[in-house]
């Protein structure tokens, strides 16, 4: 595994905190605590921290309030800023609440919760309002508590490990643990996703083959949790065999945002991370550069059996290659299959450039990819679904790593357009696609009459270390996958919904009509990926096998987060229309 130099692992695992270091605090009343959190001075704000050096990001160790947070504030329909408080991304949902509470330390977000809970106000949280679905704005949000204000990322002592707050975004968790320590996470691409989500639902990114998911980094989680009396209170849990809320600690490594509690800040260390190791050996090392190439094949030289060629051949090589500890586990890649009338079918692909013979793998990757398609790859940008080319890498250029971070994550008008309307759906693929599920996707991504430039189907790398992990080793079960597809359409216009949702239900249904029109787990599939949430998967109308969305998402995990949410969130505080239920419901 690929997390930290051999030279700096020991066989023995690490040294690990007592329970006794976990936080406990709870919150019943508005006495003189909350009111010196209230009399900070909003001076600087909590971002601030983002920029600081190592020896001042030490020096915090674990601080509540920070030397110049901001005070909570509470957000009401009057408020100039409000319509941007009640919705996210997804334009399709928007909220009404009474209140949307903006928290900048886990003792406001433990007030916020507290307040919600006494008041019988329904609550919902966002990070950074990137969910598909609706599962933060709905029309029953009474209350939402907004953590993106809580976004710094700095070294805790206390727990030897990386403290990154809720609301920070994931490109500047990269700049900033990158710059500072030289080291990083192994989470998404997009710059503006929130890890408060994105982390609890076990995200991956352009180094998952090299360095697992994230939360196979992910040492513990701080929580606001609400107890059977109501009483909201502030705990850590980590993933020491010993610890008494190891349980909750698991549930936040795949089972998904708003489910369990509040989370106010993640804590991370490799579990191979040598003893007493410095900072800048706890997390994985990202390569010094990368190799980057990215190609595309415009429609109009496509023909079917081209593009048939092309995907089953994306599929047949990461089949091959999906065990870990192989000579490509530094390469990761996304084929994007755009809707015709976007123009082009598009391959990004990354690789380790510090890994051996780094270049002509990469070579062989892309002649394995393009094998037997008669039309040839150009590098002229052309719009392709979720991730368009990047120009001026028709021929691999090496760069170093974070400049290819920011490029990949910064540089796509459509996926950073906040006016647009949008649906996905996913799946995890085992085998490659077979002779009708191409036949479908082609059908489909060369119809006419439905559909618009903005469709079609991301074709990403997973496996490597993502399967050196056991199914129950974290709540992520898909541990056994070689490639994810995910089916995505944006529109700017309410009036077009129902035809984009009919193009992407039933592109969707086509691929696995043989399955009840769901990847039900199998020999060729293996369910869904929870961060890419599809309340579908819910609906007897597109959901016509016997396998239920919880199932879908969990699989055999499932029934252990209904115990753990049956122990840290009894009275079902936390829940949306997918959250896990709880036992019994």
């Known amino acids: 595994m690929a997390t930290v130099p051999a030279s700096r692992r020991t066989q023995g695992g690490q040294a690990g905190e007592s329970e006794g270091q976990d936080m406990d605090r709870t919150r019943n009343t508005q006495g003189p605590r909350r009111r010196s959190l209230l009399a900070l001075s909003a001076g600087t704000g909590t971002a601030a921290v983002l920029g600081a050096t190592p020896v001042a990001a030490q020096s915090h160790g674990r601080a509540d309030a920070p030397p110049g947070a901001l005070p909570p504030e509470v957000v009401t329909p009057s408020d100039g800023r409000y319509a941007d408080l009640v919705r996210g991304w997804n334009q399709r949902w928007v909220a009404s609440p009474g209140a949307i509470h903006l928290v900048h330390?886990?003792?406001?977000?433990?007030?916020?919760?507290?307040?919600?809970?006494?008041?019988?106000?329904?609550?919902?949280?966002?990070?950074?309002?990137?969910?598909?679905?609706?599962?933060?704005?709905?029309?029953?949000?009474?209350?939402?508590?907004?953590?993106?204000?809580?976004?710094?990322?700095?070294?805790?002592?206390?727990?030897?490990?990386?403290?990154?707050?809720?609301?920070?975004?994931?490109?500047?968790?990269?700049?900033?643990?990158?710059?500072?320590?030289?080291?990083?996470?192994?989470?998404?691409?997009?710059?503006?996703?929130?890890?408060?989500?994105?982390?609890?639902?076990?995200?991956?990114?352009?180094?998952?083959?090299?360095?697992?998911?994230?939360?196979?980094?992910?040492?513990?989680?701080?929580?606001?949790?609400?107890?059977?009396?109501?009483?909201?209170?502030?705990?850590?849990?980590?993933?020491?065999?010993?610890?008494?809320?190891?349980?909750?600690?698991?549930?936040?490594?795949?089972?998904?945002?708003?489910?369990?509690?509040?989370?106010?800040?993640?804590?991370?260390?490799?579990?191979?991370?040598?003893?007493?190791?410095?900072?800048?050996?706890?997390?994985?090392?990202?390569?010094?550069?990368?190799?980057?190439?990215?190609?595309?094949?415009?429609?109009?030289?496509?023909?079917?059996?081209?593009?048939?060629?092309?995907?089953?051949?994306?599929?047949?090589?990461?089949?091959?290659?999906?065990a870990p500890g192989g000579p490509y586990d530094g390469l990761c890649s996304y084929l994007v299959l755009g809707h015709r009338s976007g123009g082009a079918l598009a391959l990004t692909t990354q690789m380790d450039a510090t890994a051996p013979d780094a270049a002509a793998r990469l070579d062989a990757f892309l002649a394995a990819i393009g094998n037997g398609v008669r039309a040839r790859p150009t590098g002229t940008v052309l719009p392709a679904g979720k991730h368009p080319v990047p120009a001026g890498f028709a021929a691999a250029r090496r760069i170093p790593w974070l400049h290819a971070t920011r490029l990949l994550g910064t540089t796509n008008a459509l996926v950073n357009d906040p006016t647009l309307f949008s649906d996905f759906k996913s799946a995890y693929l085992r085998k490659p696609f077979s002779t009708d599920q191409l036949d479908a996707l082609h059908r489909r991504l060369t119809q006419d009459e439905r559909g618009n430039p903005t469709a079609g189907v991301t074709l990403s790398s997973f496996g490597g270390q993502v399967n050196a992990t056991a199914p129950d080793a974290t709540a992520s079960v898909h541990r056994d996958s070689a490639f994810k597809a995910l089916w995505g359409i944006w529109w700017p216009d309410p009036a077009q919904e129902a035809d984009c949702l009919a193009w992407i239900r039933e592109a969707y249904r086509d691929v696995f009509a043989g399955t009840g029109g769901v990847p039900v787990p199998g020999a060729a599939a293996d369910g869904c990926y929870v961060n890419y949430p599809d309340a579908d998967l819910s609906d007897p109308r597109w959901n016509t096998s016997s396998v239920p969305w919880y199932e879908l998402y969990y699989g055999d995990n499932y029934a252990r987060l209904q115990r753990v949410k049956q122990t840290w969130d009894p009275g079902d505080v936390f829940r949306h229309r997918q959250s896990v239920r709880l036992p019994g419901r």
């Open 105 to 322: 330390t886990p003792e406001q977000a433990l007030d916020a919760v507290q307040h919600a809970v006494r008041s019988g106000r329904r609550l919902s949280v966002r990070s950074g309002g990137h969910c598909y679905e609706d599962f933060v704005f709905h029309s029953a949000t009474e209350t939402v508590v907004d953590v993106s204000g809580m976004n710094r990322v700095y070294y805790d002592p206390a727990h030897r490990a990386f403290a990154v707050e809720a609301g920070a975004r994931l490109l500047d968790v990269y700049e900033t643990l990158y710059l500072n320590w030289g080291v990083t996470v192994p989470a998404g691409i997009c710059f503006s996703v929130g890890v408060g989500g994105h982390v609890s639902g076990g995200g991956w990114g352009m180094l998952c083959r090299r360095d697992g998911l994230v939360v196979d980094h992910l040492y513990g989680v701080e929580v606001v949790v609400v107890d059977a009396a109501g009483r909201a209170r502030l705990v850590t849990a980590t993933r020491e065999a010993d610890s008494a809320r190891r349980d909750l600690w698991w549930a936040h490594t795949g089972g998904g945002g708003g489910n369990f509690g509040l989370v106010t800040r993640y804590l991370f260390r490799s579990p191979d991370a040598v003893a007493g190791g410095e900072p800048g050996e706890l997390l994985p090392v990202p390569p010094r550069d990368v190799l980057l190439s990215a190609v595309s094949w415009p429609w109009d030289t496509l023909d079917r059996r081209d593009f048939m060629t092309l995907v089953d051949n994306y599929g047949r090589w990461h089949v091959e290659h999906r």
